[in-house]
């Protein structure tokens, strides 16, 4: 399912090659992860590598990216939240970008409820664990994110949650 997550959301335009990164916490607390070195539009069940919940491998072949703390973290500090997804889209990227949330200017961007907070407060990278659990604890309860001068963020309870959080901030942030 994490596979053709990542496919999906490839094909929907969350696709900047290999700089994306999924994490799915199971019932049993393993965290499923696409590899680091895979564009999500190649990525298979076989890809997908298992971490404990401090984000070591347990299973896997590939390696995972060097900014997993920040979905550590959030899996850590939001117990209902379960999937985290990162990325650096088209459309929420030029809004991160810009340093500007988009506002509502039709029916689909007022399904974006709630704060869409625009996250400005590292310097870095990510790979930090200082810088993301920082980072983590800024975002509050907020859905969703844009990462300034890096990309988008959506934290849900499933997967299906996840994939329609990220449908309705790529309508926002197309509008």
């Known amino acids: 399912q994490l596979a053709l997550m990542c496919r999906m959301l490839c094909r929907e335009g969350w696709n900047e090659h290999i700089a994306g990164h999924i994490t799915w916490r199971l019932e049993d607390g393993t965290i499923l992860t696409n590899p680091w070195e895979l564009a999500w539009d190649e ?62 200017y039709d029916q689909a961007g007022a399904y974006v409820d709630g704060p869409l907070p625009l996250y400005n407060e590292y310097e870095g990278t990510f790979e930090d664990e200082d810088v993301s659990l920082a980072a983590a604890r800024a975002l509050g309860d907020a859905k969703w994110a844009l990462l300034a001068n890096h990309g988008s963020l959506v934290v849900a309870r499933d997967l299906r949650q996840a994939h329609l959080r990220h449908e309705l901030l790529v309508a926002v942030a197309a509008a």
């Open 43 to 104: 990525i298979t069940a076989g890809d997908i590598v298992t971490l404990n919940a401090s984000g070591e491998v347990i299973d896997g072949q590939w390696n995972v990216t060097p900014a997993i703390g920040l979905h550590i973290h959030m899996h850590s500090l939001r117990p209902e939240v379960n999937v985290v997804v990162h990325n650096h889209a088209k459309w929420s990227g030029i809004w991160a970008n810009m340093h500007r949330v988009p506002e509502v």
